[in-house]
């Protein structure tokens, strides 16, 4: 079955304890992007990725991290997290681009930070 | 420069009852547009989306939404509204082009009444 996974569903951590949420799809597709959701606010971009060790921030990088080694991975890294960033993040993929593509979703992932 | 505007941040209607979802653009290139619906604790996916070809597109589940340039508007609509419509639903818009991102609208929540 073709799909994004995301680990952990849920997450609550504490202000400043590195954390890593894991993306990861079996489509072959080359972009894949992380998003958080937030009330009001709609989905904003976090940092996206074009291909394997191609990376670029989105609309909101800062605060955090990503890495693409292998073409079906694309982790979201919190160094330092902040109560800011409690959130709902949805990483997705797509064949070339989201911009005119079909972008495929994963589940999302909840973070609170306290 | 791309951004999307959602009138109503929240709608309720009748079971088989008329939906209408509104969402107005702006782009200064021809727009891709979508419409993705999120069912409650689930990622979003894709109900259509236009690409410059028939400016009266047909969806999944029975919408559709019609591209109309002179009111700068691609409004969803449904016929008549089943209690599995109940969810968020969100507009985006995109330039197309293979590094341009795609931007979402704050979201709708659908509400279905018995």
């Known amino acids: 079955e073709a799909q994004v996974t995301q680990n952990p569903r849920y997450l609550i951590t504490v202000t400043g304890k590195k954390l890593t949420v894991t993306c990861s799809q079996n489509?072959?597709?080359?972009?894949m992007s992380w998003y958080r959701q937030d009330p009001g606010l709609g989905l904003r971009q976090i940092y996206y990725?074009?291909?394997?060790?191609?990376?670029d921030k989105g609309d909101v990088p800062e605060g955090y991290k990503v890495s693409r080694k292998e073409k079906r991975n694309f982790p979201l890294i919190l160094e330092s997290p902040s109560p800011n960033q409690t959130s709902l993040y949805f990483c997705?993929?797509?064949?070339?681009?989201?911009?005119?593509?079909?972008?495929?979703f994963g589940p999302g992932t909840r973070l609170t930070v306290t | 420069a791309q951004s999307v505007t959602q009138l109503g941040s929240h709608v309720s209607v009748s079971e088989g009852a008329l939906v209408l979802l509104r969402c107005n653009y702006s782009?200064?290139?021809?727009?891709?547009l979508f419409w993705y619906v999120q069912y409650p604790n689930q990622g979003l996916q894709l109900l259509l989306k236009?690409?410059?070809?028939?400016?009266l597109v047909k969806g999944i589940n029975g919408f559709e939404a019609e591209f109309k340039k002179s009111e700068t508007s691609f409004h969803l609509t449904k016929p008549s509204a089943h209690m599995s419509d109940a969810a968020e639903y969100f507009c985006?818009?995109?330039?197309?082009?293979?590094?341009?991102?795609?931007?979402f609208g704050p979201g709708t929540s659908l509400s279905v009444i018995p």
């Open positions: 997705a993929s797509s064949t070339s681009s989201g911009s005119f593509y079909e972008q495929y």
């Open positions: 489509m072959n597709h080359e972009y």
């Open positions: 990725s074009m291909n394997v060790e191609v990376t």
């Open positions: 782009s200064s290139v021809p727009p891709y």
């Open positions: 236009y690409t410059s070809a028939a400016t």
């Open positions: 985006a818009v995109s330039a197309g082009t293979s590094y341009d991102k795609v931007i």
